[in-house]
Structure formats: structure tokens, C-alpha cells
């Protein structure tokens, strides 16, 4: 029998949180045979709904769930901690300058960064979910300097899916026929999802879509401001793809992606496609045994290099902020 892994969720009685750690308890996360203890972090006003969702995960008499802990302590959320999701954040507010969000983010990330240095498995791994997603992946690994850089990472996983699902639309193909597309740059409305190196079934999928208008004002949009169509139509945000993306992408880091295929996270870079060296950028990486790496030497068309730069340069910005405001 396999020892439990100890999986730590910020802002666990939020939208995110409810839709995530029942799918974390039934073996989503991290795979049908790997037990799992949760620890939950909220702020003090969000113990008691957290107790109520804990209430619930015990009432689902998981098989692989060993464990519940509730705190608003990161130093008790963290300790020994070998997987993180950080899912609470500071969301913006009507006529909050970004200065501000990223203050108010500073705060939370930068004591979680802390904690997570001082307190988790050598192992551990971080998947920033709250939004500012990447930035605030930059504040909390600047906090932790004794965990390797690389162990912080941002979501743009859930950009990638959407990605997928709306060129499957268009193709007519299936899913699971679609490969090695990439989402570069910021979790915002930056962000560039990239098909001049997705196949369909094989193909070029950018030759097979052969529709340059289609991919700059109908493609590229849509996938960015999905989440604001997603709130337009149900009244509420996209937490349960949100959620799925987190599992996806933790499942995706320690179990491996396919032959022959990639996936998208947001990583610090190393300096690859010229992306500067320590922002936390999206990549097409392929990973093994829990260790990912930057896919290498794809041809960057004019077209690509535009979208990339302008989303490069967004996280850039975001980085000189938080340093100004002394978060890094
Ligand atoms: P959600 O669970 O809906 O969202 C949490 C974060 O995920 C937000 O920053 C949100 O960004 C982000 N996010 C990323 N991708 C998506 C997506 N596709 N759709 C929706 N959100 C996305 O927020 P709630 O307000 O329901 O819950 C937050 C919880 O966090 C609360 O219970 C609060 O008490 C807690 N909290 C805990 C902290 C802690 O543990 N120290 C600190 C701060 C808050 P965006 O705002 O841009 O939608």
C-alpha cells in the first residue's frame, strides 16, 4: 500500500475549491491508486464553509481519501506538503488599478510562498491557479528560495482545452485527434494559443484549418475571452473547467504526457524562444517521472512571434510591478 500524498488546497471553499477536491478525493489529481490526504487553507470567514465542504467529502466514503485537515494557517496548510494548489486569490474589483490587485495578492502569495519553503515535502509541487495566475506563481517561488525555481507553475491549461475544444469544432475532428498545441505567454487576454504546430489526426492543423482571418479575429479571441463569455452566459464563472484544468495539469506533470504529444503550463522561463529568463511564461512542454521540459527548435512564424512578444512583454510589465512593490 502506497503512502498517502499530502495535497494542500488554498481557498478551498470557494467556486474552484468545491468543483476540485471531490475529483482530488476520487483520484483525478493524481491517479486511481494513489491515496491522498487534503488540507485545506482558507482566510478565518472561510473556515466554516470549508467545514461544511469537508462534511461533505467524508459523506462520499472516498476509498482513497485518508485525511481532511482544515486551517487559516499556511504553516499547518503546507507542512509536508508534496502537491500545492493555490486557488485563492484577491479578484479584482470595480475600479481596482492593478497596482492594488497586485498588492492585495502580494499578501497572500508572498506568506504562502514562505510557508511552502519552510514547511513542504522536498518534492513539492506548485500549481497557481488564482489569477493573476502568473505573477502570482513569481511572488510566491521569490519567497521560497530553498525550493527549486521550477516547482512554481501557473495554469494555462484550461486556456490549452479551450484551445483544443474550439479547433475540434471547427475541423469537425475529434479531440483526441488534436496534438501538440501551445498556449504562450500570460493567463490573460494576452495569451496566445498557437496551432502552426497542432496536428489533427496527423496534419498540420494551421494547413488544415487554412483560414488566417478564421485563427486572428474568430480563434484567438474566442479562446481568450472565453471566460468571460462563460460568466456572460451561466452567471457565474467557469470553475468547473478552471478545476478540471488543475487536475488535468498536475495529472498531465507527474504522470507524464504522451509520445508524440505536449501540453501547455505556465514555468519560469530559462531563457528559451526568447521569453527572458525568470518570468513565468507559457510553454509547450512535454513531461516524464515528474520533471517537465521546454519543447525545442519549433519554427516561430512572423505571426506567432507578434502574439508572443506582446504577451511576454505583459508579464514583464507585471514582474517590474511586483518588484517595485517589493513582493520579489
Ligand atoms: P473561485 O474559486 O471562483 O476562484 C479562485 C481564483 O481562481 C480566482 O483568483 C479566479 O480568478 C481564479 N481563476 C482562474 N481561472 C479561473 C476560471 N477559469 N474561472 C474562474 N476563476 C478562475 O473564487 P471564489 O471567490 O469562489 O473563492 C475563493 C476562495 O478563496 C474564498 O473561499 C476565499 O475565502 C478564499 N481565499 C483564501 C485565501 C487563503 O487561503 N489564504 C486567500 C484569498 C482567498 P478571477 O478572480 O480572475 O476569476
Keep these: 500500500t502506497r503512502t498517502p500524498v499530502n495535497v494542500t488546497v488554498t481557498g478551498a471553499a470557494g467556486q474552484i475549491g468545491y468543483a476540485l477536491l471531490f475529483r482530488i478525493a476520487s483520484g483525478h489529481l493524481l491517479g486511481a491508486d494513489v491515496p491522498v490526504k487534503l488540507r485545506l487553507l482558507e482566510i478565518p470567514q472561510g473556515l466554516k464553509a470549508a467545514e461544511g465542504t469537508a462534511m461533505e467529502l467524508d459523506d462520499s466514503a472516498f476509498p482513497l481519501l485518508r485525511g481532511i485537515e482544515i486551517t ?16 485563492g486569490a484577491r479578484p479584482r474589483t470595480k475600479g481596482m488599478e492593478r497596482g492594488d ?6 499578501g497572500i502569495f508572498k506568506p504562502q510562498g514562505k510557508a511552502i519553503n519552510d514547511n513542504a515535502a522536498d518534492d513539492i509541487k506548485v500549481l497557481v491557479v488564482g489569477n493573476p495566475a502568473n505573477t502570482n506563481a513569481l511572488i510566491a517561488q521569490a519567497a521560497a528560495p530553498d525550493v527549486p525555481a521550477e516547482r512554481f507553475t501557473a495554469m494555462t491549461r484550461l486556456d490549452h482545452n479551450r484551445a483544443i475544444s474550439q479547433l475540434a469544432r ?11 498545441l501551445t498556449i504562450w505567454g500570460n493567463h490573460s487576454a494576452t495569451q496566445y494559443p498557437d496551432i502552426f504546430h ?48 488543475a487536475l488535468d495539469h498536475v495529472y498531465t506533470w507527474v504522470n507524464g504526457t504522451a509520445e508524440g504529444d505536449w501540453t501547455s503550463m505556465g ?7 526568447g521569453v527572458p529568463e525568470g518570468i513565468i511564461s507559457s510553454f509547450p512542454v512535454t513531461t516524464k517521472d515528474g520533471v517537465y521540459e521546454i519543447v525545442q527548435g519549433l519554427d516561430i512564424n512572423d505571426f506567432s512571434r507578434a502574439r508572443i512578444d ?12 511586483v518588484r517595485e512593490l517589493g513582493l520579489i
Aim: hydrophobic fraction near 45%; glycine fraction near 8%.
Design 72 to 87: 487559516d494557517d499556511p504553516n499547518v496548510a503546507f507542512d509536508g506538503a508534496n502537491v500545492a494548489l493555490l486557488v
Design 101 to 106: 490587485l497586485l498588492s492585495a495578492n502580494g
Design 170 to 180: 471547427k475541423t469537425g475532428a475529434a479531440v483526441s485527434d488534436i496534438r501538440r
Design 198 to 245: 497542432a496536428e489533427i489526426a496527423g496534419k498540420n492543423a494551421a494547413e488544415t484549418v487554412n483560414d488566417e482571418a478564421w485563427l486572428a479575429d474568430t480563434f484567438i479571441p474566442t479562446v481568450a475571452k472565453r471566460g468571460a463569455a462563460i460568466i456572460e452566459a451561466r452567471g457565474a464563472s467557469s470553475a468547473a473547467s478552471a478545476a478540471n484544468a
Design 267 to 273: 514555468i519560469p522561463s530559462d531563457g528559451s524562444y
Design 310 to 321: 506582446a504577451s511576454v512583454k505583459e508579464l514583464q510589465e507585471e514582474r517590474d510591478a
